[in-house]
């Protein structure tokens, strides 16, 4: 027999948050393999950081972008733009000058997962208490060797 775990209100009320927002009973498996193949896409963090720029900045050179993110080299931002571009999140407009000038920003769908990531934000602005508190609480057990390796 399961044993029953007693609930706090905040805990209730979190579950009936995320039931609301469940996938249907049958979901249909190409938008499952659009969810995982976006999960996998969004979840690298320099897509994250791009789409980031992007939203507050708009359209951007090649050289700008890479100014806006120093820590990523000339080969990953090349990569990450391509695979955006791929998936409809980033538009690319190369003007014909020399030297070439080449533009990105962010296609309505791209602006519409950027508005997703809104959501991942406040959680994170409610929840950063807790989350530095339970880092804390880990670490300093992990230290004390009574969490195991």
Request: proline fraction near 5%.
């Amino acid at each position: 027999m399961p044993t029953r775990v007693a609930l706090s209100a905040e805990q209730i009320t979190a579950l009936q948050e995320y039931e609301a927002c469940t996938a249907p009973a049958a979901p249909d498996a190409r938008v499952e393999r659009l969810v995982t193949e976006l999960i996998e896409r969004v979840a690298d963090k320099w897509t994250m950081l791009l789409i980031e720029v992007l939203t507050e900045k708009g359209e951007l050179r090649f050289t700008r972008l890479r100014e806006c993110v120093p820590s990523i080299s000339y080969k990953m931002l090349t990569q990450t733009l391509r695979s955006m571009e791929r998936e409809g999140l980033v538009a690319r407009t190369v003007h014909p000058v020399i030297p070439p000038k080449v533009e990105y920003r962010l296609t309505l769908l791209g602006l519409s997962l950027s508005a997703a990531f809104c959501g991942v934000w406040m959680w994170a602005e409610k929840h950063i208490a807790e989350v530095e508190q339970a880092r804390t609480t880990f670490d300093r057990a992990r230290d004390c060797g009574t969490v195991p390796e």
